[in-house]
T-cell receptor, first 115, second 113 residues
Framework: GENVEQHPSTLSVQEGDSAVIKCTYSDSASNYFPWYKQELGKGPQLIID?????GEKKDQRIAVTLNKTAKHFSLHITETQPEDSAVYFC??????????????FGQGTILTVHP | DAGVIQSPRHEVTEMGQEVTLRCKPI?????LFWYRQTMMRGLELLIYFNNNVPIDDSGMPEDRFSAKMPNASFSTLKIQPSEPRDSAVYFCASNLGQGVEAFFGQGTRLTVV
């Protein structure tokens, strides 16, 4: 099955700095890669996603890049703000068959943005 | 839509008791997933359904765990008998299938003492 590795496990930055979180996956059949943000006491919430036919996607301060050859993808947050502090998860979803959109998650990154 | 609705939000039970967690997916979504979140193991997929049919339950840890989806708007995850190591946050999620956003509920925090 799919295996997703995520690094770093914790990340501390100053407000205004950039933050980068990296993930690798094992199943070359995976073709959908979402990123979720989880705040304390809440469920994970999608912040951005990318599909395998795209190398990069940007939404305001958040961007995701995908390298299918190397099987890795990254989340970039620019101009970080204290409200960006949360746990971030990457995930991968296989194509076709009976996957029906199931997600395999990375271990999570605790991001702390200091004012 | 109110999103994915889970109940209860918190559950404290004694070891050996039966626990039932409930989930109402977003209307129109045809896939439903049960995840368990712990510090040690992160977010693990337990079981998922498509059109109310269980597709893959290989993540269910033991026979003590069972899940049902009697109709498109309701699913349950049951643990019988419960054990302290079952303590975790259990999430339900739903989506329209492959390659689209999965929406998560707020989770049920289960504590087995």
């Amino acid at each position: 099955g799919e295996n997703v590795e995520q690094h770093p496990s914790t990340l501390s930055v100053q407000e205004g700095d950039s933050a980068v979180i990296k993930c690798t996956y094992s199943d070359s059949a995976s073709n959908y890669f979402p990123w979720y943000k989880q705040e304390l006491g809440k469920g994970p919430q999608l912040i951005i996603d990318i599909r395998s036919n795209v190398g990069e996607k940007k939404d305001q301060r958040i961007a995701v890049t995908l390298n299918k050859t190397a099987k890795h993808f990254s989340l970039h947050i620019t101009e970080t703000q204290p409200e960006d502090s949360a746990v971030y998860f990457c995930a991968a979803s296989p194509a076709g068959g009976t996957s029906y959109g199931k997600l395999t998650f990375g271990q999570g990154t605790i991001l702390t943005v200091h004012p | 839509d109110a999103g994915v609705i889970q109940s209860p939000r918190h559950e404290v039970t004694e070891m050996g008791q039966e626990v039932t967690l409930r989930c109402k997916p977003i209307s129109g979504h045809n896939s439903l997933f049960w995840y368990r979140q712990t510090m040690m193991r992160g977010l693990e997929l337990l079981i998922y359904f498509n059109n109310n049919v269980p597709i893959d339950d290989s993540g269910m840890p033991e026979d003590r765990f069972s899940a049902k989806m009697p109709n498109a708007s309701f699913s349950t995850l049951k643990i019988q008998p419960s054990e302290p190591r079952d303590s975790a946050v259990y999430f339900c999620a739903s989506n329209l299938g492959q390659g689209v956003e999965a929406f998560f509920g707020q989770g049920t925090r289960l504590t087995v003492v």
